[in-house]
């Protein structure tokens, strides 16, 4: 468990360093999405990453893959900012529960995701849909680059993995 949190407060720290700067920059009203929220919730990354961990029981892996995806949204789509208005229900859950739908052999439901996440049913299949579309639906990552990505990730927090 111990391990979990310091691999969560790293991911959050990640998140938060990326939100501070993208925060601090203008952004027009066309390179806002679907994702963005018209304010950013109350709750911190980190909390938000342990309430999903909390009640998804997925795996360390799921949280290294959603990184990996929210980068290649990033680079596939550099007009989609990750700011405090997005981050956290939109690309953040979506992109944990896409990995887990597509590492883990058990998940649940689009309805249990959305109330853990903090939406409704049908925002979060709305939400799904468009973020399978901008990443291609290519969810596939290869191994060594997942594990260059994990070392580069526990580096940065100076944690191990089992």
Known sequence: MQQSNQLLATV??????IIKETDALEIEQESQSYFHANKAPSISIHNYLQRIAKYTHCSEQCFVIALIYLDRLQEKHPYLVLNSKCIHRQFLLLAIMIAIKYQDDDYYKNEYYAKVGGISVREIFILEQEFLELMD??????????????????????????
């Open 12 to 17: 959050a720290n990640i998140l938060d360093e």
């Open 137 to 162: 639906h290519q969810l596939f990552i290869d191994e060594q680059y997942y594990f260059l990505y994990e070392k580069k990730l526990l580096e940065y927090g100076e944690i191990e993995m089992p």
